[in-house]
């Protein structure tokens, strides 16, 4: 029969004195077997540590494993895809990219780190076994259908980000044919992490830190089989447990608005890992960010029309990434929101089945358009009216949307596409955690690491913590970057002895 559970919880550690005994010793224990976990385990494992993975599903992946696999790479002159598609990333462009996509409270320090060691950092993605395709696609998609790599991932050409970096497209997506090139990074990694020997131990769940009396941590209690076990982990414990979108009571608490969106996008990303950091002094941040997008191009040529409100205005320039144009729905009153286009621009968008994009009204006038959608009289019109005088003199002086995606929408039949907030499909994931250093270490509230304890990928906060500022491939980068510095600095620290 099996032992009786502990009254352990992810709120409050146990205590060193407090363990009956240590069922596993490992000097770097890693909670969590996506990116982030498993780039902590390559670097950690090369630098020569005994490492033991421990992950809640029964095999690796994670979140991470169903994105796009994209990774926002640049700087130094650009990657040899950057380079051989004419573009040239100066890293000054790339930093400041960085900084405007991390918000107010951007992390200047790990934007700077990121941004002169992302070309290194490609290069080590390459030796783990990622692969490539030297292709550039220069429309503006969500994610290649093909094994096509390089893309516009981001708002780059758009203002105000334009006005402070240069331009380049960074989205790096693996050489994989069709959507989903998450997976083909995730088994790359995996096949990495097994070739240097690191223990791997799944359906395994994280229900405990170990620390001593001075919250330095010692340890992890684990429940495997329905046992606890006590988990010796003498150098430290990366939690690498990813965000908390699958936990409503904790999005209630710190991110309310975000149960706006309807798809979650998460495994095991039940705030477990922040949780564990919280209870030993570790500092949550900007846990009232997250990501949210409705995919509502391709095909680009419907960045030439206007997305208004149920007031019938204007709220941004279009141009954008289509994540930022969902985050600002998200954050307006009421549900119904419309793309308007004309007969010369309108295309059946890509992912219209995937998102329920549908029409929801047509018209061979604008007025009849706007008495269709009963919208208040005039409001609609006299949008449409401003924006077309402007566009035909290639300004935009309300929202700056770039000439390039200037057009007067003049040609009937004219289409209202239905992005209502409440109908639509609205993707979402968290982006607060806990606060680290560029090291990955766990900082309390006035920034002092909390001893033994590392954090990386969605369980901390790091390069992307600002909706509005998010690009494709920002949080595979965070995480396989400083998933990769937590696994060094830990195995670097001086291991603590048997009589802790």
Aim: aromatic residues 10%; contains cysteine.
């Amino acid at each position: 029969m099996s032992e009786p559970l502990a009254s352990h919880s992810r709120h409050r550690p146990c205590r060193v004195r407090d363990v009956p005994r240590w069922d596993l010793d490992t000097e770097i224990a890693i909670v969590g077997f996506g990116a982030a976990g498993a780039s902590a385990a390559i670097e950690a494992a090369g630098a020569g540590a005994r490492v033991t993975l421990f992950e809640a599903a029964s095999g690796h992946g994670g979140t991470s494993a169903l994105s796009g696999g994209e990774i926002y790479l640049g700087g130094s002159g650009g990657t040899p895809i950057q380079r051989s598609a004419g573009f040239s990333d100066e890293t000054e462009d790339f930093y400041q990219y960085l900084l405007m996509a991390g918000g107010p409270d951007a992390d200047a320090a790990k934007c700077r780190l990121y941004a002169e060691q992302s070309l290194a950092h490609y290069e080590w993605l390459v030796a783990q076994g990622v692969v490539y395709k030297n292709s550039f696609v220069p429309q503006r998609i969500v994610e290649p259908f093909t094994d096509d790599c390089l893309l516009w991932s981001g708002s780059e050409e758009a203002w105000p980000f334009c006005e402070s970096a240069r331009p380049c497209p960074r989205g790096h997506t693996p050489q994989w044919m069709g959507l989903g090139g998450g997976k083909f990074l995730m088994d790359a990694l995996a096949r990495r992490v097994q070739a240097l020997g690191v223990e791997l131990r799944f359906d395994t769940r994280a229900v405990a830190l170990i620390a001593d009396d001075a919250n330095r941590v010692r340890g992890l209690v684990v429940r495997e089989g329905g046992v606890d076990r006590y988990v010796r982990a003498r150098r430290g414990v990366i939690l690498c447990a990813g965000g908390f979108i699958m936990n409503k009571a904790m999005l209630q608490q710190h991110a309310p608005h975000m149960l706006r969106a309807n798809t979650p996008i998460g495994t095991v990303d039940d705030g477990s890992g922040i949780l564990l950091g919280q209870s030993v002094g570790g500092h949550a941040i900007h846990m009232n960010e997250g990501f949210v997008t409705l995919p509502w191009y391709p095909p680009e040529s419907l960045i030439k029309g206007i997305m208004i409100n149920e007031q019938g205005q204007r709220f941004i320039n279009e141009d954008g990434y289509h994540g930022r144009t969902a985050q600002m729905i998200l954050q307006q009153r009421g549900t119904r929101f419309w793309l308007l286009a004309d007969g010369g621009i309108f295309k059946e968008p890509e992912f219209s089945e995937f998102a329920k994009l549908r029409i929801g009204a047509a018209a061979e006038s604008w007025e009849e358009l706007e008495a269709e959608l009963e919208l208040p009289a005039g409001s609609l019109t006299a949008t449409v009216a401003l924006y077309n005088r402007h566009a035909a003199e290639g300004r935009d002086p309300l929202f700056r949307k770039q000439p390039k995606w200037l057009k007067p929408l003049t040609q009937p039949p004219f289409v209202a596409l239905d992005c209502r907030i409440d109908f639509c499909t609205y993707f979402t994931f968290t982006l607060g955690g806990l606060d680290t250093s560029v090291r990955g270490e766990v900082l309390t509230a006035s920034r002092e690491p909390v001893a033994g304890l590392y954090a990386a990928g969605r369980t901390s906060s790091g390069l992307p913590r600002w909706g509005a500022g998010y690009s494709s491939g920002l949080s595979l980068a965070d995480a396989t970057f400083f998933g990769r510095q937590a696994g060094l600095a830990a195995a670097r620290r001086e291991p603590a002895g048997d009589g802790t």
